[in-house]
C-alpha cells in the first residue's frame, strides 16, 4: 500500500530533551516535506526536500533540523525542543516538487513539549 | 501574514443540501489552487484541485470555482453527505522564476458539519 509513515504518532516530552520524528514513504518520490498545524493557522510548511541531500527551509524553520540521506526517508529533529513547539506535525511527499503534483500526508505526530 | 484565508472556522449544512466553502488568496503569483479533506486523526487527504488557467473543475459531486479577478475560490458539494463532515483546507501553490518548489500554503481551515 502506498503511504506516507511517521513515527511516534504522540509524544510528550520536556523542554531541551532532544527528539527525532521520523517520515517514510514507500512511492519513490523526489519530493518531501514538514508541516506544522495549530489552531487558527492551518498547516505550515517546517522544511522540504526536492531530492536526496537537498533541503531547503519553508516558513517556521526555526528551532528545526531536518536530512534526506535517503529518497524515502525525512526525520524531523528538535535539537532543544521549546513548549512553542507543541504542534500536530506532519510529514508530505509528491512525485516531484513541482505546483502541479499532488502531495500525500501521513497520519500526523501529535508532540507535547512540558 | 496569511497569505491564503478561511474566513468561516465552521459550516452546518443539512444532508442533501449544497455545501459552499471559500477561500481567498492575496500572493498573485499563486497559479494551482486545492482543497484538502482531513478527519481527525488522520493526516489531509487531497480532494480536488484548479489550474490558474481555468475558472471551474469538476470531480463527481465536488466542484471549485476560481475567480482570479477576485482572488477568491470556493468548493462546492452537491449533494452534501454526512460523511462529507469533516476540516477542509484550501491551499495554494506559486512558481517562482519557473521553478516550483512544491510548497503549499495552507488556509485555516474550515469544519464542516453535515446533519442526516
Known amino acids: 500500500e502506498a503511504q506516507v509513515t511517521q513515527n511516534p504518532r504522540y509524544l510528550i516530552t520536556v523542554t531541551g530533551k532532544k527528539l527525532t520524528v521520523t517520515c517514510s514513504q514507500n512511492?519513490?518520490?523526489?519530493?518531501m516535506s514538514w508541516y506544522r498545524q495549530d489552531p487558527g493557522l492551518g498547516l505550515r510548511q517546517i522544511y522540504y526536500s526536492m531530492n536526496v541531500e537537498v533541503t531547503d527551509k519553508g516558513d517556521v524553520p526555526e528551532g528545526y533540523k531536518v536530512s534526506r540521506k535517503e529518497k524515502r526517508n525525512f526525520p524531523l529533529i528538535l535539537e532543544s525542543p521549546s513548549p512553542n513547539q507543541t504542534s500536530l506535525y506532519f510529514c508530505a511527499s509528491s512525485i516531484q516538487g513541482g505546483s502541479y503534483n499532488e502531495q500525500f500526508f501521513g497520519p500526523g505526530t501529535r508532540l507535547t513539549v512540558l | 501574514d496569511q497569505q491564503v484565508k478561511q474566513n468561516s472556522p465552521s459550516l452546518s449544512v443539512q444532508e442533501g443540501r449544497i455545501s459552499i466553502l471559500n477561500c481567498d488568496y492575496t500572493n498573485s503569483m499563486f497559479d494551482y489552487f486545492l482543497w484538502y479533506k482531513k478527519y481527525p486523526a488522520e493526516g489531509p487527504t487531497f480532494l480536488i484541485s484548479?489550474?490558474?488557467?481555468?475558472d471551474k473543475n469538476e470531480d463527481g459531486r465536488f466542484t471549485v470555482f476560481l475567480n482570479k479577478s477576485a482572488k477568491h475560490l470556493s468548493l462546492h458539494i452537491v449533494p452534501s453527505q454526512p460523511g462529507d463532515s469533516a476540516v477542509y483546507f484550501c491551499a495554494a501553490s506559486a512558481v517562482w522564476g519557473g521553478t516550483s518548489y512544491g510548497k503549499l500554503t495552507f488556509g485555516q481551515g474550515t469544519i464542516l458539519t453535515v446533519h442526516p
Open positions: 512511492m519513490n518520490h523526489e519530493y
Open positions: 484548479i489550474s490558474s488557467i481555468k
